[in-house]
């Protein structure tokens, strides 16, 4: 147990040493940036430095002199490396009482009815490596139309079921069946890709 939790503590240590690499590095990489205004960038952008409100370097060629853009005026950032990444930026509840909002840049895990995101530092600069699954940080499901995206669950709260089963249950409350099965223990707070790739396919049957 100890070994497991010494191996935890390195494993994090080393990702966040990585994130400093790339981070001080600014790292470039082909991008589209796509704003707001429904503008489109094309050309080379800096990672995010932080899941939160923050701004990204851009320029139109390695040549180019870079210029900031600001996350309040991004709706969308793709990233053409390794594998492609794409990251909305929204609002997220992060509380139940949805007293707490914040702006995240937020990695598209799958679209459909339900947008399935998730958040973190470690998503935003590790999400490019092999490292992107170090640190899964937080869930967060969105609907059209919503005012913001809603936080399920995190990796902190991975061994609080029933801070994760009362999220997932209001969120999916319209699916009696899934929030059954949520309930019985049969989805857990990683199997969110499931659980939403579930609840899409009713809604495209519909």
């Not at 790292?27 to 503008?39: E, R, V």
């Not at 709706?75 to 949805?98: A, F, N, Q, W």
């Not at 958040?119 to 699954?133: F, H, K, R």
């Not at 059954?180 to 809604?203: C, F, L, P, Q």
Request: net charge positive.
């Amino acid at each position: 147990m100890q070994n497991k939790l010494a191996m935890k503590k390195l494993m994090i240590a080393a990702a966040f040493l990585l994130m400093h690499f790339f981070v001080s590095a600014e790292t470039y990489l082909d991008a589209k940036i796509i704003l707001n205004s429904g503008a489109e960038l094309l050309g080379l952008a800096s990672l995010p430095s932080d899941p939160g409100p923050t701004v990204l370097k851009f320029k139109e060629n390695k040549n180019a002199r870079f210029r900031y853009v600001y996350s309040d005026s991004i709706r969308t950032v793709i990233y053409y490396g390794k594998r492609t990444l794409e990251y909305d930026v929204r609002l997220v509840y992060e509380t139940p009482s949805h007293k707490t909002i914040r702006q995240h840049f937020l990695l598209v895990r799958q679209r459909g009815f339900v947008t399935l995101y998730s958040y973190s530092g470690m998503d935003v600069i590790m999400g490019v490596g092999s490292l992107t699954n170090v640190f899964n940080g937080y869930w967060a499901c969105y609907r059209d139309g919503e005012p913001a995206a809603t936080m399920i669950s995190g990796t902190e709260k991975k061994n609080k079921k029933g801070a994760f089963d009362g999220a997932a249950s209001e969120y999916f409350k319209d699916d009696p069946p899934l929030v059954a099965r949520i309930n019985r223990g049969e989805y857990h707070w990683d199997d969110m890709d499931k659980i939403v790739e579930e609840y899409n396919s009713k809604k495209t049957m519909k």
